[in-house]
C-alpha cells in the first residue's frame, strides 16, 4: 500500500508514519520541518517539503497513491486568520482535489474537537450534536471549514472519514503537556476553580490505531466523523497531580478563579496586539476555558463504526510520556 501523509514533521503525522513505515506500506510524507523530514528519510520514508498553501505540490503528491492521511495543520491558540486559513482551508482543499484528480482511494482527515467548545461544560459531546454559533477563535473556525472542504470531496465521490482526536499526547508531544510543565518550572500553572473542570485526553498512538482503522472501515464509515478519546475522563487536578507525581517534582499550582483568569487573558491578548507585534500572549482566553471548563466526547460512534478500542490507557501513556520526557531532560544537560 502507498500512503501520503500530511503533517509528517508533526507529531500525530510523524507518528502514523513511521508506524505505516514499519507495517511494510510506501509512504510519502510531506512536512515543512526539514529537520524532522532528514529524520523521515533517514528511517526509510520519502520526505517532500512542501506548504500545504503550496497548490501543486500538494497535487502532485497525491499522484500513485492509495491512501492520504491529512494530518497537517496549523494548530495553535492564537495566530493570524489568514495564516491559519491558508493552512487549514486552502490546504485540506488542495488535498481533496489532489486526491480526486489522481483517483485516490481514500482521504483520511484529521479534524478537532476544538470546533464543539462554547466556555461551557459540555460532557458527553456527540459528533453531531450542535456546534456553537461561532467557533471560539481562528483554529476551529478554519478546521470547521476544512471538514467542510473534505465534505465536498466525499460528494464528488471520494471516499472521505473524518476523527476529532481530543488533546493528544505522548512522547514527542509539543504543546500540550509541555506547556504545563514549562509554566510548573515557573511556578505559574493555572488552577482555575481547584482544577476540578472534567477533560479527555488521548494517548497519540491510540490516535494511530484510529486513522489505520479509517483507513480499512467499511461503506457505514464513509462520510462520518468520529470522536477519538482515551474514554477515560480526568479531572485537571488529578491529571496534573499524576504528571508530577510521576517526575517525583512538586505541582507548583497558583489558584485562580476562572472569571479572574478571563479577565487576565483578555488584558495580556489585547496587550500582545498592541504592543507585542502579535506574538502569543503567555495565557489566551481560549487556553483559561480549555482549563478551566469541563468538556468530554462521547466515543460510541467510533467503538461502533471502527472497531476503535483505546489500546494504551491514561496511566500508561503518561508513565511513556514520563520516561520520554525525562530522557529529553538529560540529553540537553
Same mark, same amino acid.
Given at each position: 500500500?502507498r ?45 517532500v517539503?512542501a ?5 501543486a ?9 492509495d ?20 493552512s ?8 481533496a482535489?489532489g486526491?480526486l ?10 479534524s ?11 460532557l ?20 470547521l ?17 473524518t ?5 493528544v ?6 504543546? *500540550? @503537556? ?8 515557573? /511556578?505559574?500553572? %493555572? $488552577? #482555575?476553580?481547584?482544577?476540578? &473542570? ?11 490505531d ?40 512538586p505541582?507548583?499550582?497558583?489558584p ?10 483578555? *488584558? @495580556?491578548?489585547?496587550?500582545?496586539k498592541?504592543?507585542?507585534? /502579535?506574538?502569543? %500572549? $503567555? #495565557?489566551?482566553?481560549?487556553? &483559561? ?20 478500542r ?5 496511566e ?11 530522557k ?6
Open positions: 500500500m500512503a501520503l501523509v500530511t503533517g509528517a514533521t508533526g507529531f500525530i503525522g510523524g507518528k502514523l508514519a513511521r508506524r505505516l513505515e514499519a507495517m511494510g506500506w510506501q509512504v510519502t510524507a510531506v512536512g515543512r520541518n526539514l529537520q524532522e523530514g532528514r529524520s523521515l528519510a533517514a528511517g526509510g520514508i520519502l520526505f517539503p506548504d500545504l498553501a503550496d497548490e505540490a500538494i497535487r502532485k503528491a497525491c499522484d500513485g497513491q491512501i492520504v492521511f491529512h494530518c497537517g495543520a496549523l494548530s495553535s491558540p492564537w495566530g493570524k486568520y489568514e495564516h491559519f486559513y491558508n487549514n482551508v486552502i490546504g485540506t482543499r488542495n488535498i482535489q486526491s484528480e489522481h483517483k485516490v482511494k481514500r482521504l483520511v482527515h484529521v478537532t474537537p476544538s470546533i464543539y467548545f462554547d466556555y461551557t461544560d459540555r458527553g459531546i456527540k459528533e453531531d450534536d450542535a456546534l456553537p454559533a461561532k467557533p471560539v477563535n481562528a483554529y476551529a473556525a478554519t478546521k471549514l476544512a471538514e467542510q472542504e473534505a465534505d465536498r470531496a466525499y460528494e464528488a465521490g471520494l471516499e472521505v472519514v476523527i476529532r482526536p481530543r488533546a499526547f505522548g512522547p514527542g508531544d509539543r504543546a *500540550i @503537556l509541555p506547556r504545563l510543565l514549562r509554566a510548573n518550572e515557573r /511556578g505559574k500553572v %493555572p $488552577l #482555575i476553580n481547584g482544577g476540578q &473542570a472534567l477533560m479527555d485526553v488521548t494517548y497519540v498512538e491510540n490516535v494511530v484510529a486513522l489505520l482503522l479509517c483507513a480499512e472501515a467499511g461503506p457505514s464509515a464513509l462520510g462520518r466523523k468520529f470522536n477519538i478519546t482515551n474514554g477515560e475522563p480526568v479531572r485537571l487536578l488529578d491529571l496534573l497531580n499524576k504528571v508530577f507525581s510521576l517526575l517525583d517534582e505541582l507548583r499550582a497558583k485562580i478563579s476562572l472569571r479572574t483568569i478571563y479577565r487576565l487573558a483578555g *488584558i @495580556l491578548e489585547w496587550s500582545a498592541v504592543f507585542a507585534g /502579535g506574538r502569543e %500572549p $503567555l #495565557i489566551t482566553r481560549y487556553s &483559561a476555558g480549555v482549563l478551566g471548563t469541563s468538556q468530554t466526547l462521547d466515543i460510541g460512534a467510533a467503538q461502533q463504526k471502527l472497531g476503535y483505546p489500546r494504551v490507557s491514561l500508561e501513556g503518561l508513565h511513556e510520556f514520563v520516561k520520554w520526557w525525562r529529553r531532560t538529560d540529553e540537553q544537560l
